[in-house]
């Protein structure tokens, strides 16, 4: 497995939770890393990144102030801490990793996705 996210599960709105993303064995060394997600019937949409270095954070739109990714790079993972979460943000959460500086532009492994529910 090169990508592990961990740290789903069922929370209620306004819950906070953090995904946990182990990286190994990718066979080459990304440029960034994030997180995408993808709710039931929709599209796969991005959520957050940054280099590997855990510089220059982006985020979506929606979701800034609310999400924060970061990185322990002493064990090669990545996080994403989520608070005051709403039932919209319920969806499957996957970890990514590209050799581009851009992580919308493709993304060249996947993790496996870790389902996160939030109820009303």
């Known amino acids: 497995v090169q990508l592990q996210a961990s740290g789903g599960g069922v929370v209620q709105a306004g819950d906070s939770l953090r995904l946990s993303c182990t990286a190994s064995?990718?066979?080459?060394?990304?440029?960034?890393m994030g997180w995408f997600r993808q709710a039931p019937g929709k599209e796969r949409e991005f959520v957050a990144a940054?280099?590997?270095?855990?510089?220059?954070?982006n985020y979506a739109d929606s979701l800034k102030g609310r999400f924060t990714i970061s990185r322990d790079g002493t064990k090669n993972m990545i996080y994403l801490q989520m608070n005051s979460l709403k039932p919209e943000d319920t969806a499957l959460y996957y970890c990514?990793?590209?050799?581009?500086?851009?992580?919308?532009?493709?993304?060249?492994?996947w993790g496996q996705g870790t389902q996160v529910t939030v109820s009303s």
């Open positions: 990514a990793a590209t050799l581009l500086a851009n992580i919308r532009s493709r993304v060249h492994a």
């Open positions: 064995g990718l066979g080459f060394s990304p440029y960034a």
């Open positions: 940054f280099n590997w270095k855990g510089e220059n954070p």
